[in-house]
């Protein structure tokens, strides 16, 4: 009973997701004209983050906004203009955030050199700690003639009682 | 036993970061629009449809600017409080009503013309601030989302400051609560009305 209501819903979400998927195909088609065009929507809008579902391009999401964005994009496509000034565009608008590869500055030194600095800090531990044991053993030398008798009193000395 | 101490004390930072990183609001985004010229815009008023409102209208004047849209949720958590606020402050709140139609979901777009869209759109706005009270001097009507692209609008509500030479000084993204109006949109107005 159980598994035959999980299946029939299964066969529902198929069918709205492969519904949802015509429709939007069929309206995004209708303004995709030029593949180059295309081409170039496609690219950028894959570099834009989507601000509803922030870890999601504006290529991928099915989002509102993201919807609006691509049209505002082709718009601007159609229009003529360069790749740079659509991305001011959008960075104008949203700020660096909807930039997958935001610009090196100020704000976002810690997002690009961190990664390096804690690598850094890896091999710096790493080194340290290599050293340390290369030195522990170097330091392993083989026992003296007294400190041999000294250890075999001690492990002796259970035997005897 | 030192070695050890140096673990814990690993953990405890990278758990007080991560607690950090919880703790914050990632729909707080900031924008960059504070402290620029509010974008123009030239939109039909909601009350009288043949004539348009644009932000140089308020020039000289500190006002709000309230993006909000009968299917949106959270708009209706911090209506009371724009209600209320309409009444004690003497400070011009103008609605931006976003993708009112468009923005609802509920609606087969390819289907429906600009004029339907449009007679739709006003119809659900005015019987929304009918049920609900109306806090604002006059709302506008963006009806494809085209002026809230330029506000940079990705979650109604949306709240915006802007002073007397038509600058944004601060926007509030989703609802406003008695703590933000209270504690950040209040002392603002205060000082930039002086």
């Known amino acids: 009973m159980k598994l035959r209501s999980l299946s029939l819903a299964f066969v529902f979400a198929t069918f709205l997701g492969s519904t949802a998927a015509i429709a939007s195909s069929t309206t995004e088609a209708a303004l995709a004209a030029d593949p180059v065009a295309e081409k170039r929507l496609q690219s950028l809008s894959e570099e834009l983050r989507c601000l509803v579902c922030q870890n999601q391009n504006i290529a991928d999401s099915n989002a509102e906004l993201a919807q609006d964005l691509r049209r505002e994009i082709r ?8 790749d740079k000034e659509i991305i001011d565009f959008m960075v104008t608008r949203y700020g660096d955030f909807v930039l997958y590869r935001p610009p090196v500055k100020g704000i976002t030194l810690l997002l690009w050199g961190g990664p390096i600095a804690l690598l850094l800090l890896g091999l710096f531990a790493l080194q340290r700690y290599l050293r340390q044991r290369a030195r522990r053993m170097a330091e392993d030398r083989p026992l003296s003639a007294a400190e041999t008798g000294r250890a075999d009193a001690l492990l002796n000395e259970g035997d005897t009682k | 036993m030192n070695r050890y101490y140096w673990i814990l004390g690993g953990f405890a930072a990278l758990v007080a970061l991560l607690a950090i990183g919880l703790g914050l609001n990632p729909r707080d985004v900031p924008s960059p629009l504070v402290g620029k010229p509010a974008p123009t815009f030239n939109l039909p008023i909601l009350a009288t449809p043949d004539k348009t409102f644009g932000p140089g209208d308020l020039q000289g004047k500190v006002w709000l600017l309230n993006v909000w849209a009968s299917w949106c949720v959270s708009c209706r958590a911090e209506h009371p409080i724009l209600v209320d606020f309409s009444k004690k402050v003497d400070v011009p709140l103008i609605g931006l009503n976003y993708k009112e ?85 209040m002392p603002l107005l205060a000082e930039l009305n002086k």
Not at chain 1, 75 to 82: F, N, P, R, V
């Open chain 2, 101 to 185: 139609v468009r923005g609802d979901g509920g609606f087969d777009m390819n289907k429906m013309s600009p004029e339907e869209e449009k007679k739709l759109a006003f119809q659900r706005a005015n019987t929304w601030l009918k049920q609900h009270g109306d806090p604002y001097k006059l709302t506008v009507m963006d009806l494809d989302g085209r002026v809230g692209i330029d506000y940079g609008v990705y979650g109604v509500p949306e709240t915006y400051v802007i002073d007397k030479a038509g600058v944004i000084r601060m926007k509030h993204t989703g609802p406003i609560n008695p703590d933000v109006l209270g504690n950040k949109i």
């Open chain 1, 75 to 82: 718009g601007m496509i159609q229009a003529g203009k360069t």
